[in-house]
């Protein structure tokens, strides 16, 4: 992997990283951002990787000291078969297919799709990122320069309210274009009760055919409690449950253990959860 990065733009990153604290690892939703890039990076080293990411080393910037600590997490193959998952099984065919149509990245993280997906460029479509203003101020800074291969809509909210609904059109969301949303690694960091008020409602305002990506974790790794991301899940749900209770909520989806999507992996045994599917509610 290589992504040169000037001493002033190493300068400004630990400058970010220390005003905004984006580097604490006992705030999971803003240091997992980081994990997650880093992961990205890393996965540039592979002979055969999955998923290229020119701009995850300079966003993950650097946890030598955190890995210095916490070796055996300093590879996660997980995060990189769920991103070539959504990227290249379901994103790639939903861009093709659609003339016209809204990508919504809900808890978007360091997320770069928007500046490294090609196909992004077939017909039109516009990415809205929904993050913390904390995550979305560092992510800002450091791709100021970079150009989006698509429209791209960067908004400042808190997902645990659902006021960055209201948020969300004011920014130019339409009700009546078809829209794909991505919960990629956030529900279960959400209390149950909250991830099924966003999933009522994210169901309400979607046009009819609109597609969900989210991915689950069963319960027995939301009661473990151990390592860098399951110390911080608040619940999870059994396979054969998942199909009820979307469909309370507004959705018919199908699901399958991300093992079945291993692309010869280690993502765990059976205790990851790949859900996708449509919008239920008829307008």
Known sequence: MK???SDDLKKKQKYLYKEQKINNENSP????????????????KSSFPLIKDPFAERLAGDLTSYFDNHGHYSEMDYPIVRSFYIEE?????????????????????????VYRLEFLQANTHIIFEIDLPIVNRYKEEILKYK??????VRISADLSNLEWISLLIKSGFSKKIPTFWILEGLVY???????GSLLAKVSE??????????????PIFAE????????HFKWGLDKKDVKSFFSIVGWNVSCSYADNYDQGRDVGQKGLIFIQGENAIIK
């Open 3 to 5: 992504d040169e990065m």
């Open 29 to 44: 939703l803003l240091f997992t951002a980081r994990l997650m890039a880093y992961y990205r990076a890393n996965e540039n």
């Open 89 to 113: 099984i379901l994103l790639k065919s939903w861009c093709k297919t659609h003339k016209n149509s809204q990508i919504v990245l809900l808890g978007a993280g360091f997320d770069t799709r």
């Open 147 to 152: 150009k989006p291969l698509c429209n791209l």
């Open 189 to 195: 960091y959400m209390e149950k009760k909250a991830v």
């Open 205 to 218: 305002i979607s046009v009819k055919n609109s597609q969900i990506f989210v991915d689950i974790c069963v």
């Open 224 to 231: 473990i409690k151990v390592g860098p991301f399951s110390k």
